[in-house]
């Protein structure tokens, strides 16, 4: 691995000296959280499903998975909010409950895209040469393949769950985080302040870790939050589709499975957990956009 020629730097260049990660989050929120109202609405939601999977049992009395005797397709009332399924269990509670389900596998899927997708990207970029030309082929094959297939391949191999169905949205996700910090990369590395960095002596990886990295990751940020509400689509998939958690676990894709059956007669047991997905995948993504337009 060759470092990049070392120039003469200038006496009056200075040297930035930035934290690593928390300097460009910290930058970016401070941009984005002055947006407008869909902004904040966008956070309000995010915050409220958080809640839900911190402590559903300080919202809900209602078990997740024991019904009710006599409590069958009931409609949304005072004593069940959003109804009850065909076995009496309240759909409010399997709501909250599914939370934590849904968001923890959203966020192992983005830790997993993120971790390993900068790390690939930081590498072909700095790199250059054959190292380059070998990841990003290999970005390009995963690039290729859908991203939910890719998915379904992976979480057969691996067996059903929600973990693994975040693993395998998570290696689905690793090739669009390592193209775009690459990207990144490559236009910081040719910065001014970079050059003078190695022409004063610096070594290759400090200075990838120390200045070329936190001046690249403000996108990355931007992307990771769009690929959290698309992380949260994509298990919700696999659950509507009987890959993800087994029945009678509350996750959000299954309770959309679950109330198929009897959509003409219930429609509350469609209707309210897809409206909650679609909800955090729209906040998702304007927070993404926000975060973005910070950037620029």
Do not use: C, K
């Amino acid at each position: 691995m060759s470092a990049l020629p070392p120039i003469s730097p200038s006496p009056s260049l200075p040297t930035p000296r930035l934290p690593a990660l928390a300097a460009s989050a910290r930058s970016a929120w401070r941009r984005a959280r002055g947006g407008p109202t869909s902004l904040w609405l966008a956070w309000l939601v995010i915050a409220t499903v958080t809640l839900f999977a911190l402590a559903p049992g300080l919202l809900t009395h209602y078990s997740p998975v024991q019904g009710i005797a006599g409590q069958q397709l009931q409609g949304p009332s005072a004593a069940h909010w959003l109804g009850t399924d065909a076995l009496g269990r309240d759909v409010y509670t399997r709501v909250v409950y599914g939370a934590v389900h849904s968001l923890s596998g959203a966020f192992v899927a983005v830790a997993m895209g993120l971790v390993v997708g900068t790390l690939l990207g930081l590498v072909a970029g700095a790199s250059g040469g054959l190292v380059d030309d070998a990841i990003m082929r290999l970005v390009d094959v995963l690039l290729s393949v859908p991203a939910l297939l890719l998915s379904l391949a992976i979480i057969i191999i691996l067996g059903f769950g929600t973990i693994n169905a975040a693993i395998a949205v998570g290696v689905a996700s690793i090739a669009s985080f390592a193209r775009l910090l690459r990207s990144e990369v490559v236009r910081v590395r040719r910065s001014e302040y970079v050059e003078a960095a190695f022409g004063s002596g610096g070594r290759f990886w400090p200075v990838l870790w120390r200045h070329v990295l936190p001046n690249s990751l403000t996108s990355v940020i931007a992307l990771a939050a769009l690929q959290f509400g698309s992380a949260i689509l994509a298990i919700s998939t696999l659950g509507f589709l009987g890959y993800g958690a087994p029945p009678p676990t509350p996750e959000w894709g299954l309770l959309i499975a679950e109330g198929r059956n009897y959509i003409s007669t219930a429609w509350w047991l469609t209707t309210v957990p897809g409206l909650v997905v679609v909800l955090v995948v729209l906040s998702a993504n304007r927070i993404s956009a926000g975060l973005h337009r910070a950037h620029t």
